[in-house]
């Protein structure tokens, strides 16, 4: 039996509470690396490039390497604690007890014995977060007789790096011989992956934006405009190239009533570009018909299609 308290559980809470579970994937539609293309030219690859104007940054393998590597050497540990070797692992410490994700992330972990009991072991890792860290939840696991045997907590930093979408520093901790205990801690670090250069929008490149909301209420239904203002063209296109593209991790994820699909009508010698609003953390995007890295988005997207179809029917009306 597991119980726990704060804003996250660690991964080892296998029932979420959500009506599904979403991958935010890296590539659009798929849960490994990019598809192959790029829809302007053709050519059979796609070139991922932070460099442009207004691109927010991205994170790298060996930067959120090097910040796992710091945060877990400001762990705060009780007197007498003893560094154990990597291996062998306790067996009730094998697993990690962070959330895994499918791709752009890594995990390091370090093992310890303790002096003290597990539950005095635990009250003083609560209360002494490492530097710059809060406590973001906390947790605990019950053998058969609901005897407490594992007991865990999770910090987060107060702020993260540009290009990094989360970090995680949790201790678990078990009972061990003569009234002492042994202790895991995990650094999760998920980057932000790079955007493809394809998928970065230029208003002046299209002639128009259709827009169709799909309701799926009692009443099913589907309403398309098309929008050629250059205002609403370039607003959409503003608000898709500051989104992020979308790290691959699983996070709870109500089933929406109403998605949007966006495509962008270009002029002559510039490729189609078509959003999909899935779900509710990301956005699938294909320039020319050749997927692009899907996009990191909370509704905003939706949130904006859904106004500007707003504002249209007044105008008609």
């Excluded at 930067?63 to 796992?68: D, F, G, P, Q, V």
């Excluded at 635990?122 to 947790?139: D, E, K, N, S, Y």
């Excluded at 490149?205 to 098309?226: G, L, Q």
């Excluded at 593209?245 to 002029?267: D, H, K, N, Y």
Aim: with cysteine; charged share 20%; glycine share 8%.
């Amino acid at each position: 039996m597991r119980t726990g308290t704060g804003t996250s559980w660690p991964a080892r809470q296998s029932v979420m509470m959500a009506a599904g579970l979403t991958v935010v994937a890296l590539a659009a539609g798929a849960g490994g690396a990019p598809q192959a293309g790029a829809a302007a030219s053709g050519a059979r690859h796609i070139r991922l490039d932070a460099a442009r104007p207004g691109v927010p940054p991205h994170g790298s393998r060996d930067e959120s390497l090097r910040l796992a590597r710091r945060e877990i050497a400001l762990i705060v540990l009780p007197h007498g604690t003893r560094r154990l070797p990597q291996h062998p692992v306790p067996r009730r410490l094998r697993q990690p007890s962070l959330i895994p994700a499918i791709h752009d992330t890594v995990d390091i972990y370090r093992l310890f014995a303790l002096r003290g009991a597990m539950n005095r072991s635990f009250r003083f890792l609560r209360t002494h977060p490492p530097a710059g860290m809060t406590v973001q939840a906390t947790g605990s696991s019950s053998d058969r007789r609901h005897v407490v045997d594992e007991r865990d907590v999770t910090f987060a930093p107060r702020q993260l790096p540009g290009g990094i979408y989360s970090l995680q520093l949790t201790v678990e901790i078990v009972p061990a011989r003569h009234g002492r205990s042994l202790m895991r801690a995990d650094v999760q670090v998920i980057w932000y992956p790079p955007r493809s250069a394809a998928e970065h929008l230029t208003a002046a490149n299209f002639r128009a934006v259709k827009i169709t909301s799909f309701s799926y209420d009692k009443k099913p239904r589907t309403v398309t405009r098309t929008l050629t203002g250059r205002t609403s063209i370039a607003r959409l296109a503003r608000l898709l190239n500051g989104l992020r593209a979308a790290p691959g991790v699983v996070v709870p994820c109500p089933i929406s009533a109403t998605s949007f699909r966006l495509v962008f009508e270009p002029v002559a010698g510039h490729s189609r570009v078509t959003v999909d609003t899935t779900t509710c953390v990301s956005d699938t995007i294909r320039v020319g018909g050749v997927a692009q890295p899907a996009l990191a988005d909370y509704g905003k997207v939706d949130q904006l299609a859904d106004r500007l179809l707003r504002a249209q029917r007044r105008t008609l009306a």
